[in-house]
Protein backbone atom coordinates (compact mmCIF):
# COMPACT_ATOMS: atom_id res chain seq x y z
CA UNK A 1 0.00 0.00 0.00
CA UNK A 2 1.48 3.45 -0.80
CA UNK A 3 0.10 6.54 0.56
CA UNK A 4 1.56 10.42 -0.79
CA UNK A 5 1.54 13.03 1.48
CA UNK A 6 1.24 16.83 -0.43
CA UNK A 7 3.00 19.08 1.75
CA UNK A 8 1.35 22.63 2.06
CA UNK A 9 3.21 25.36 0.12
CA UNK A 10 5.78 26.41 1.73
CA UNK A 11 6.32 23.30 4.21
CA UNK A 12 8.10 20.94 2.82
CA UNK A 13 10.35 20.66 5.26
CA UNK A 14 7.89 20.53 8.38
CA UNK A 15 6.25 17.84 6.36
CA UNK A 16 9.59 15.78 5.70
CA UNK A 17 10.39 15.92 9.63
CA UNK A 18 7.14 14.89 10.54
CA UNK A 19 7.17 11.38 8.44
CA UNK A 20 10.80 11.00 9.75
CA UNK A 21 9.30 11.37 13.09
CA UNK A 22 6.63 9.01 12.54
CA UNK A 23 8.93 6.14 10.67
CA UNK A 24 6.86 6.83 7.61
CA UNK A 25 9.51 5.00 4.66
CA UNK A 26 9.37 7.43 2.47
CA UNK A 27 10.05 5.89 -1.32
CA UNK A 28 10.37 9.40 -2.90
CA UNK A 29 9.66 12.58 -3.00
CA UNK A 30 8.32 14.69 -5.90
CA UNK A 31 8.61 18.50 -5.10
CA UNK A 32 5.67 18.87 -2.12
CA UNK A 33 4.82 15.06 -3.01
CA UNK A 34 5.73 12.60 -0.34
CA UNK A 35 5.10 8.90 -1.62
CA UNK A 36 5.63 6.45 1.29
CA UNK A 37 5.22 2.67 2.16
CA UNK A 38 2.21 2.00 4.23
CA UNK A 39 -1.42 3.25 5.33
CA UNK A 40 -1.86 7.04 6.04
CA UNK A 41 -0.38 8.35 8.99
CA UNK A 42 -2.78 11.83 10.35
CA UNK A 43 0.13 13.88 8.93
CA UNK A 44 -0.76 17.65 10.16
CA UNK A 45 1.80 19.32 7.67
CA UNK A 46 -0.10 17.33 4.88
CA UNK A 47 -2.63 19.77 2.62
CA UNK A 48 -3.75 16.77 0.91
CA UNK A 49 -3.37 12.92 1.58
CA UNK A 50 -3.32 10.47 -1.49
CA UNK A 51 -4.53 7.09 -0.39
CA UNK A 52 -3.96 3.35 -2.33
CA UNK A 53 -1.55 5.23 -5.07
CA UNK A 54 -1.16 3.47 -8.27
CA UNK A 55 1.94 4.26 -10.63
CA UNK A 56 1.10 3.70 -14.24
CA UNK A 57 3.16 3.48 -17.38
CA UNK A 58 1.31 5.86 -19.88
CA UNK A 59 2.97 5.97 -23.74
CA UNK A 60 1.03 8.88 -24.58
CA UNK A 61 -1.12 12.02 -23.35
CA UNK A 62 -4.08 10.70 -25.11
CA UNK A 63 -3.58 7.27 -23.22
CA UNK A 64 -2.51 9.27 -20.00
CA UNK A 65 -5.80 11.01 -19.97
CA UNK A 66 -8.17 7.77 -21.07
CA UNK A 67 -6.37 5.92 -18.30
CA UNK A 68 -7.48 8.32 -15.85
CA UNK A 69 -11.15 8.79 -17.54
CA UNK A 70 -11.48 4.78 -16.78
CA UNK A 71 -10.95 5.31 -13.07
CA UNK A 72 -13.45 8.29 -12.60
CA UNK A 73 -14.51 11.16 -13.64
CA UNK A 74 -12.98 14.30 -11.29
CA UNK A 75 -9.47 14.47 -11.04
CA UNK A 76 -7.28 17.59 -9.68
CA UNK A 77 -3.12 17.33 -11.28
CA UNK A 78 -0.23 18.54 -9.45
CA UNK A 79 2.67 19.47 -11.95
CA UNK A 80 5.44 20.48 -10.25
CA UNK A 81 7.33 19.06 -13.09
CA UNK A 82 6.59 18.08 -16.78
CA UNK A 83 3.60 21.47 -16.59
CA UNK A 84 3.27 21.26 -20.37
CA UNK A 85 2.62 17.73 -20.86
CA UNK A 86 1.02 17.44 -17.68
CA UNK A 87 -1.96 20.64 -18.96
CA UNK A 88 -1.93 18.89 -22.32
CA UNK A 89 -3.16 15.63 -20.50
CA UNK A 90 -5.40 18.06 -18.20
CA UNK A 91 -7.13 19.37 -21.17
CA UNK A 92 -8.72 16.18 -21.98
CA UNK A 93 -9.98 15.35 -18.72
CA UNK A 94 -13.59 16.49 -17.38
CA UNK A 95 -13.73 19.92 -16.34
CA UNK A 96 -14.04 19.87 -12.61
CA UNK A 97 -15.79 23.18 -11.24
CA UNK A 98 -13.00 25.47 -8.94
CA UNK A 99 -15.41 27.92 -8.17
CA UNK A 100 -14.21 29.64 -5.19
CA UNK A 101 -16.79 28.69 -2.26
CA UNK A 102 -19.21 31.45 -1.00
CA UNK A 103 -18.55 31.07 3.02
CA UNK A 104 -20.98 29.39 4.85
CA UNK A 105 -21.22 26.82 2.25
CA UNK A 106 -20.59 22.59 2.43
CA UNK A 107 -17.29 21.89 0.67
CA UNK A 108 -17.83 19.57 -2.54
CA UNK A 109 -18.83 16.08 -1.60
CA UNK A 110 -18.19 14.60 -5.58
CA UNK A 111 -15.04 12.16 -5.07
CA UNK A 112 -11.79 14.24 -6.54
CA UNK A 113 -8.73 12.24 -7.60
CA UNK A 114 -5.39 13.45 -7.53
CA UNK A 115 -2.76 12.39 -9.93
CA UNK A 116 0.88 13.78 -11.00
CA UNK A 117 3.54 12.71 -13.18
CA UNK A 118 6.50 11.23 -12.34
CA UNK A 119 8.13 10.74 -15.40
CA UNK A 120 6.55 11.71 -18.57
CA UNK A 121 5.65 8.34 -19.32
CA UNK A 122 4.60 7.74 -15.46
CA UNK A 123 1.74 8.87 -14.33
CA UNK A 124 0.89 8.34 -10.37
CA UNK A 125 -2.63 8.45 -9.09
CA UNK A 126 -5.22 8.52 -6.34
CA UNK A 127 -8.83 8.09 -6.66
CA UNK A 128 -9.24 8.68 -2.83
CA UNK A 129 -7.70 11.91 -1.06
CA UNK A 130 -8.47 13.32 2.37
CA UNK A 131 -9.02 16.72 0.84
CA UNK A 132 -12.00 17.63 -0.88
CA UNK A 133 -10.51 20.48 -2.99
CA UNK A 134 -7.99 20.52 -5.59
CA UNK A 135 -4.51 20.06 -3.99
CA UNK A 136 -6.15 20.52 -0.24
CA UNK A 137 -6.32 24.25 -1.16
CA UNK A 138 -9.96 26.25 -0.41
CA UNK A 139 -10.53 29.25 -2.62
CA UNK A 140 -13.01 31.51 -0.92
CA UNK A 141 -14.93 34.78 -2.60
CA UNK A 142 -13.69 36.93 -0.20
CA UNK A 143 -15.18 39.15 2.56
CA UNK A 144 -12.85 42.75 1.59
CA UNK A 145 -15.49 44.90 3.43
CA UNK A 146 -16.57 43.17 7.01
CA UNK A 147 -13.51 41.68 8.73
CA UNK A 148 -10.95 43.41 10.29
CA UNK A 149 -7.94 41.42 8.97
CA UNK A 150 -7.04 38.07 6.89
CA UNK A 151 -7.86 35.45 9.91
CA UNK A 152 -11.29 35.17 9.12
CA UNK A 153 -10.21 32.66 5.77
CA UNK A 154 -8.25 30.33 8.71
CA UNK A 155 -11.73 30.31 10.54
CA UNK A 156 -13.97 29.73 7.66
CA UNK A 157 -11.57 27.04 5.95
CA UNK A 158 -11.39 25.36 8.76
CA UNK A 159 -15.02 25.24 9.73
CA UNK A 160 -15.88 24.41 5.75
CA UNK A 161 -13.44 21.22 6.42
CA UNK A 162 -15.13 20.07 9.41
CA UNK A 163 -18.46 20.51 7.73
CA UNK A 164 -20.18 22.71 10.52
CA UNK A 165 -20.56 26.23 11.79
CA UNK A 166 -22.01 27.55 14.92
CA UNK A 167 -25.24 29.52 14.33
CA UNK A 168 -28.19 31.45 16.45
CA UNK A 169 -28.38 30.05 19.91
CA UNK A 170 -24.71 28.95 20.47
CA UNK A 171 -22.47 30.62 22.18
CA UNK A 172 -18.56 30.90 21.66
CA UNK A 173 -15.43 31.73 23.55
CA UNK A 174 -12.53 33.72 21.70
CA UNK A 175 -9.53 33.76 23.65
CA UNK A 176 -6.62 35.89 21.98
CA UNK A 177 -9.35 37.62 19.61
CA UNK A 178 -8.18 41.00 18.72
CA UNK A 179 -8.90 42.44 16.14
CA UNK A 180 -11.48 39.82 15.59
CA UNK A 181 -11.51 38.39 12.51
CA UNK A 182 -12.96 35.41 13.88
CA UNK A 183 -15.00 37.17 16.32
CA UNK A 184 -16.55 38.89 13.14
CA UNK A 185 -17.26 35.54 11.16
CA UNK A 186 -18.75 33.91 14.44
CA UNK A 187 -21.20 37.22 15.13
CA UNK A 188 -21.89 37.26 11.37
CA UNK A 189 -23.33 33.34 11.67
CA UNK A 190 -25.71 34.44 14.27
CA UNK A 191 -23.57 33.14 17.40
CA UNK A 192 -22.64 35.10 20.25
CA UNK A 193 -19.09 35.49 21.12
CA UNK A 194 -17.10 36.22 24.31
CA UNK A 195 -14.14 37.59 22.79
CA UNK A 196 -11.04 38.24 25.33
CA UNK A 197 -7.93 39.83 24.66
CA UNK A 198 -5.22 42.08 26.74
CA UNK A 199 -5.97 44.35 23.25
CA UNK A 200 -9.07 45.69 22.20
CA UNK A 201 -11.32 44.58 19.07
CA UNK A 202 -11.69 46.56 16.05
CA UNK A 203 -14.50 48.99 17.03
CA UNK A 204 -16.76 47.67 14.31
CA UNK A 205 -16.63 44.18 15.43
CA UNK A 206 -16.78 44.91 18.80
CA UNK A 207 -20.50 46.98 18.42
CA UNK A 208 -21.87 43.60 16.19
CA UNK A 209 -24.52 41.90 17.67
CA UNK A 210 -23.65 39.49 19.78
CA UNK A 211 -19.89 40.30 20.53
CA UNK A 212 -19.45 40.73 24.23
C1 LIG B 1 -2.79 36.40 16.18
S1 LIG B 1 -3.71 37.40 17.25
C2 LIG B 1 -5.32 36.75 17.09
C3 LIG B 1 -6.04 37.15 15.85
C4 LIG B 1 -7.51 36.85 15.95
N1 LIG B 1 -7.75 35.39 16.06
C5 LIG B 1 -8.30 37.36 14.76
O1 LIG B 1 -9.01 36.58 14.14
O2 LIG B 1 -8.24 38.56 14.47
C6 LIG B 1 -3.28 36.83 18.85
C7 LIG B 1 -3.88 37.63 19.97
O3 LIG B 1 -3.66 36.96 21.20
C8 LIG B 1 -3.58 37.91 22.22
N2 LIG B 1 -2.95 37.33 23.41
C9 LIG B 1 -1.80 36.61 23.46
N3 LIG B 1 -1.55 36.27 24.74
C10 LIG B 1 -2.55 36.77 25.50
C11 LIG B 1 -2.83 36.73 26.90
N4 LIG B 1 -2.02 36.12 27.73
N5 LIG B 1 -3.96 37.32 27.32
C12 LIG B 1 -4.80 37.94 26.46
N6 LIG B 1 -4.57 38.01 25.13
C13 LIG B 1 -3.46 37.44 24.67
C14 LIG B 1 -2.77 39.02 21.60
O4 LIG B 1 -3.02 40.27 22.27
C15 LIG B 1 -3.29 39.01 20.13
O5 LIG B 1 -4.27 40.02 19.96
Excluded at 43 to 60: F, G, K, M, T
Aim: neutral net charge; aromatic residues 8%; charged residues 20%.
Amino acid sequence: MTTAYLAAEGFADQLQEELRRADAAVIRRHERLFVCDGPALAAAWAANIWHDCIELPVASIGSAAQALRDLQRNWAMYAPLHHRRANLIQERLPHVSAKPIAFPAAAPTAPLGSWTLLAPDRLLTAQRCNSPFANGEVAFVPDKTGPPNRAYLKLWEALVRLGRWPGPGERCLDLGASPGGWTYVIAKLGAQVIAVDKAPLDPKVAAMAGVE
